[in-house]
């Protein structure tokens, strides 16, 4: 998966971390590793088996890496030697989605249910739509799904009843933040969703990359706060620097990262200006029609 790759969640401090290949993190919520370790999956995407009976729930399937058909057989063991009872997706993205086809392969004909979006086509799945307050239940588990948009316009959480607990997709990762592509990503809709989820004042969050969260609460608060954070830094930029392409916002706020994650860097940057010029507050200087707002030269309003 190369940086240029939209819709993978920004993983600069995920590099080097590690995670167990199967683990039980709750006595209903197992997890399998996808095996697709990457600088912006980190150690790869974490698919879960939910509930308590003999057949669970699987929340996302990874990319379809090779690997990852022995470790879900691993963590059915560890359910108890649980069966498949279907499977749930967060969203479309292919670390996601792209294990699906490999998994009925494997294991047989499945129910496989998201919320629909135009791309759906291309996967070639028959998908069934789920939407926002559809519950999805299992003996021991209960997951109604929340729409929560920005980070892809497909994207739904997961809340699980019986823990008052949120799978949190790629809106909320155990370690880092979450990349707002340019193409299907809105900041202003992630910080809504976000918003939404704090509201739900969720205990434990299960995120789709990185490890368990104990004190979700805590977790979305800081998410907020460092996009206010980040969206000051932005303001203050351009007020000192005049009109800037987003490059030049970059190298003047992400002083402290490395530079091969810069371009990662300049779709946060570019995510926030476009937000800003929802808001009537940024503007961009260029005219060329259908510019990227990565591209453009920008300026305060
Ligand atoms: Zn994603």
Redesign the pocket.
């Known amino acids: 998966m190369s940086a240029a790759s939209p ?3 920004a993983a600069n401090v995920m590099i080097g971390l590690s995670m167990p290949e199967v683990d039980a993190w709750s006595p209903r919520v197992v997890t399998a590793l996808g095996m697709n370790p990457g600088i912006f999956t980190g150690p790869g995407t974490n698919t879960y088996l939910i509930g308590t009976g003999r057949r669970r729930i699987l929340l996302d399937t990874g990319q379809g890496a090779p690997a990852y058909l022995g470790v879900l057989e691993r963590a059915l063991a560890r359910a108890g030697g649980a069966e498949l009872q279907e499977i749930v997706l967060t ?1 479309g ?1 292919v ?2 989605i792209g294990g699906v086809h490999a998994v009925i392969e494997q294991f047989g004909p499945l129910r496989v249910s998201k919320l629909p979006d135009p791309k759906d086509h291309a996967t070639g799945l028959s998908l069934i739509p789920l939407r926002d307050g559809d519950v999805v239940q299992t003996e021991g588990a209960t997951l109604r799904a929340v729409f929560t948009p920005g ?2 316009r497909d994207h739904l959480c997961f809340w699980l009843e019986e823990e008052r607990a949120l799978f949190s ?2 809106n909320v990762l155990g370690v880092g933040t979450t990349v707002i592509p340019s193409e299907g990503g809105d900041l202003l809709d992630y910080m809504a969703s976000l918003a939404k989820l704090l509201a739900s004042a969720p205990c434990r969050i299960y995120p ?1 990359h990185g490890p368990c969260i104990e004190d979700g609460v805590s977790k979305l608060r800081e998410y907020i706060e460092h996009r206010e954070q980040r969206e000051g830094q932005i303001v203050a930029a351009l007020r000192a620097m005049g009109p800037a392409l987003v490059p030049e916002l970059v190298s003047r706020i992400y002083v402290d990262v490395p530079k091969v994650l810069h371009p990662a860097a300049a779709q946060s940057v570019a995510s926030h200006l476009v937000k800003l010029e929802r808001e009537g507050r940024a503007h961009r200087e260029s005219s060329a029609k259908d510019e990227p707002a990565v591209a453009s030269r920008w300026s305060l309003a």
């Open positions: 819709g993978t969640p969203h993205h670390d996601h980070h892809a997709g790629d789709a």
